[in-house]
T-cell receptor, first 112, second 116 residues
């Protein structure tokens, strides 16, 4: 099975940088995803890491350390629209369907 | 530009009713999934399918069944709705393999089901 932990809530200021951590303990690992979910909407795909290291995509970056079972999502130059829930998800290696187990999500509030 | 469509945004049903939630994707994805999302519990996998007529149980399949007669359509069935099945239901789809890149899930907009 999979166990995924991430903080419940975080608050940051517009223009700042915030790091959202995710730790996982899994029986299998085939990649880690980050999704963004605005209130009342469906999650949308942000990033994917399967190898150790940093993946950068504009203002968002995601880091993975497989040996430590650890990932983080880094958001730079925060904007008010970044207020959302951020979901960490680990993909199972056991099936070709690539099903993922999700953490409970971190609710980020960006203040002016 | 809608790619995963769930038939209803809001649904209210009575206890004991048989409920059908429909999901259609137009991206030719092999994999389709049904999750439910509840406050404090996150997204939990109910059922998934990696091919037509194929289905696999997720983490919480009790009280649910699924049907995948066509590649683009994945239906979730609540055999006899109960109040503890009041939740947000999310359908998602993905490619079978990465094919050299990662796609992640594409989610539908969700169905908020209330069982009274």
């Amino acid at each position: 099975g999979q166990n995924i932990d991430q903080p419940t809530e975080m608050t940051a200021t517009e223009g700042a940088i915030v790091q959202i951590n995710c730790t996982y303990q899994t029986s299998g690992f085939n990649g880690l995803f980050w999704y963004q979910q605005h209130a009342g909407e469906a999650p949308t795909f942000l990033s994917y890491n399967v190898l150790d290291g940093l993946e950068e995509k504009g203002r968002f970056s995601s880091f993975l350390s497989r040996s430590k079972g650890y990932s983080y999502l880094l958001l730079k130059e925060l904007q008010m629209k970044d207020s959302a829930s951020y979901l960490c998800a680990v993909r199972d290696v056991a099936t070709n369907a690539g099903k993922s187990t999700f953490g409970d999500g971190t609710t980020l509030t960006v203040k002016p | 530009d809608v790619k995963v469509t769930q038939s209803s945004r809001y649904l209210v049903k009575r206890t004991g009713e048989k409920v059908f939630l429909e999901c259609v994707q137009d991206m030719d994805h092999e994999n389709m999934f049904w999750y439910r999302q509840d406050p404090g519990l996150g997204l939990r996998l109910i059922y998934f399918s990696y091919d037509v007529k194929m289905k696999e149980k997720g983490d919480i399949p009790e009280g649910y069944s699924v049907s995948r007669e066509k590649k683009e359509r994945f239906s979730l069935i609540l055999e006899s709705a109960s109040t503890n099945q009041t939740s947000m239901y999310l359908c998602a789809s993905s490619l079978f393999r990465d094919r050299g890149r990662a796609y992640g899930y594409t989610f539908g907009s969700g169905t908020r089901l209330t069982v009274v």
